[in-house]
T-cell receptor
Framework: LAKTTQPISMDSYEGQEVNITCSHN???????ITWYQQFPSQGPRFIIQ???TKVTNEVASLFIPADRKSSTLSLPRVSLSDTAVYYC????????????FGKGTRLHILP | EAQVTQNPRYLITVTGKKLTVTCSQN?????MSWYRQDPGLGLRQIYY???????DKGDVPEGYKVSRKEKRNFPLILESPSPNQTSLYFC??????????FGPGTRLTVT
């Protein structure tokens, strides 16, 4: 999987929109971008994945520019329960290669 | 219900006493993996398996063994545990896509 860079931590307030950016300069043509959410002492949970432009589901949006060297996870109107660690992964999971989660972004939502 | 199960959830053991942590999935997934999570280090992959009898090393395989004799099971074996293997362990499974399903975690303490 391609190497990714994310901010180590972010703070925001309830009701705000939060954007977490991930840099992946070495993304390959067949790579997808996948985001996971992890609460303390729980396994990560898939949030969203995309290849280009914009993807939206009931939880988040994912914005990917044309050059695909970065991506932004957008969480609308966050609540205290969105406090978690968010991981960005870039690659193709059915390729027989090891997976690197990295340290993720620790998002802290304040009341 | 589609799920990944791990047993035990909590384990306290002593240095050198062989142990096995079991992982089972009921989704007929080809891929399975073990991760460990330590404070400040994020999720690190230990071993992964692409199918029955096919396994490969992740980022931190030293001190661990795995086997994949059946598609649904992927046990993690610590032949001679040491205190530096005290950690939170997660098992995950997935098919040829981008969404990994994680187990609830096993908290291991080696004294």
């Amino acid at each position: 999987l391609a190497k990714t860079t994310q901010p180590i931590s972010m703070d925001s307030y309830e009701g705000q929109e939060v954007n977490i950016t991930c840099s992946h300069n070495n993304i390959a043509t067949n790579d997808y971008i996948t985001w996971y959410q992890q609460f303390p002492s729980q396994g990560p949970r898939f949030i969203i994945q995309g290849y280009k432009t914009k993807v939206t589901n009931e939880v988040a949006s994912l914005f990917i520019p044309a050059d695909r060297k970065s991506s932004t996870l957008s969480l609308p109107r966050v609540s205290l329960s969105d406090t978690a660690v968010y991981y960005c992964l870039v690659g193709v999971l059915n390729r027989d290669d090891k997976i690197i989660f990295g340290k993720g972004t620790r998002l802290h939502i304040l009341p | 219900e589609a799920q990944v199960t791990q047993n035990p959830r909590y384990l306290i053991t002593v240095t050198g006493k062989k142990l096995t942590v079991t992982c089972s999935q009921n989704m007929n997934h080809e891929y399975m993996s073990w991760y460990r999570q330590d404070p400040g280090l994020g999720l690190r992959q230990i071993y992964y398996s692409m199918n029955v009898e096919v396994t490969d090393k992740g980022d931190v395989p030293e001190g661990y063994k795995v086997s994949r004799k059946e598609k649904r099971n992927f046990p993690l074996i610590l032949e001679s545990p040491s205190p530096n293997q005290t950690s939170l362990y997660f098992c995950a499974s997935w098919t040829g896509g981008y969404e990994q399903y994680f187990g609830p975690g096993t908290r291991l303490t080696v004294t």
